[in-house]
């Protein structure tokens, strides 16, 4: 069965530092990995996805991941985090369970940029 | 093309009472995917429904709540008996397709219920 864990609870990090938010799934058949981030008191929205192709996977708001199947992980990073940054962060992983796929959830990780 | 609408927004019940929590996703989406939010459970599938059909509904609990997505109008999670640990951030989500490989979800902003 497939399973994502996000290592840290909660980043925080200066306004303008380089951050990574860290993510590692388990799977025994390919992945598809993603990144969401939900703002406060909003829902989730979609980041950034890995399907196929380039490890290196380019999201909205200068975000971008690297998918490391030998270390079976898919890092969030952004070179300059901004204040409008902070929020939650969610890595999921597609299951398959029958004829439909769903995402299956880490436990997210907060980031909190300050100034 | 408005997003995904959740409401109410919020949400307060007493213990026994019934909840019903609604959701219009976007426009042209057939797919509604329910989520529960729990502060230290993460994000939790629910339920998985398109138009008069509930395709997947194996992260529902067995008693007290039920959903549906009939022909005309929003899907609907109704959650009878509340109790307290059903206090949490309910979200719903909608796509075009069943595929999450191709299809984003679009998330609504959540209903939070809190049972008294």
């Known amino acids: 069965a497939q399973s994502v864990t996000q290592l840290d609870s909660q980043v925080p990090v200066f306004e303008e530092a380089p951050v990574e938010l860290r993510c590692n799934y388990s799977?025994?058949?390919?992945?598809?990995l993603f990144w969401y981030v939900q703002y406060p008191n909003q829902g989730l929205q979609l980041l950034l996805k890995?399907?196929?192709?380039s490890t290196l996977v380019k999201g909205i708001n200068g975000f971008e991941a690297e998918f490391n199947k030998s270390q079976t992980s898919f890092h969030l990073r952004k070179p300059s985090v901004h204040i409008s940054d902070t929020a939650e962060y969610f890595c999921?992983?597609?299951?398959?369970?029958?004829?439909?796929?769903?995402?299956?959830w880490g436990l997210g990780t907060s980031l909190a940029v300050n100034p | 093309n408005a997003g995904v609408m959740q409401n109410p927004r919020h949400l307060v019940r007493r213990r026994g009472q019934e909840a019903r929590l609604r959701c219009s996703p976007m426009?042209?989406?057939?797919?509604v995917y329910w989520y529960r939010q729990l502060p230290e459970e993460g994000l939790k599938f629910m339920v998985y429904?398109?138009?008069?059909?509930?395709?997947?509904e194996s992260g529902m609990p067995k008693e007290r709540f039920s959903a549906e997505f009939p022909k005309e109008g929003p899907s609907i999670l109704r959650i009878q008996q509340v109790v307290r640990g059903d206090s949490a951030a309910y979200f719903c989500?909608?796509?075009?397709?069943?595929?999450?490989?191709?299809?984003?979800?679009?998330f609504g902003p959540g209903t939070r219920l809190t049972v008294l």
């Open positions: 989500a909608s796509s075009p397709r069943s595929d999450p490989l191709f299809d984003e979800q679009f």
């Open positions: 426009k042209g989406h057939s797919h």
């Open positions: 429904l398109q138009k008069e059909n509930i395709i997947d």
């Open positions: 799977s025994s058949v390919s992945v598809y």
């Open positions: 890995y399907l196929s192709g």
């Open positions: 999921a992983v597609s299951a398959t369970a029958g004829n439909n796929r769903k995402l299956i």
